[in-house]
């Protein structure tokens, strides 16, 4: 099983941004579909972008994001990135970081149970 490792969140104000990075391990790495998922307390996990596999050229994003997060990987560094721009107060939340095994370039997953490997989590936290 791929392990994912989640970095790159922190504390910044409402206008700023940030990237997240989530490092794989593995030599199959391009062979994977990735996504990014966030979670805030007590609510419920919910779908942020997803990338398909190889070169990751198909892409969504879930409305609440879409024009100020951009998804992105780099296979040759086992790493797929999310880079946050104008960050709102209501992005806050755990962000993880979420793969499975694709055979479609045009194959993306938007639900939680649809992935099989999961990063352990970093932190946005976004004052106004």
């Known amino acids: 099983q791929v392990q994912l490792v989640e970095s790159g969140g922190g504390l910044v104000q409402a206008g700023d941004s940030l990237r997240l990075s989530c490092a794989a391990s593995g030599r199959t790495f391009s062979t994977y579909a990735l996504g990014w998922f966030r979670q805030a307390p007590g609510k419920e996990r919910e779908f942020v972008s997803a990338?398909?596999?190889?070169?990751?050229?198909?892409?969504h994003y879930a409305e609440s994001v879409k024009g100020r997060f951009t998804i992105s990987r780099d296979n040759a560094k086992n790493t797929v990135y999310l880079q946050m721009d104008s960050l709102k107060p209501e992005d806050t939340a755990l962000y993880y970081c979420?793969?499975?095994?694709?055979?479609?370039?045009?194959?993306?997953?938007?639900?939680?149970?649809?992935?099989?490997?999961w990063g352990q989590g970093t932190q946005v936290t976004v004052s106004s």
């Open positions: 979420a793969a499975r095994l694709s055979t479609s370039a045009g194959q993306l997953f938007t639900t939680g149970a649809q992935y099989s490997a």
């Open positions: 990338i398909g596999r190889s070169a990751g050229t198909s892409t």
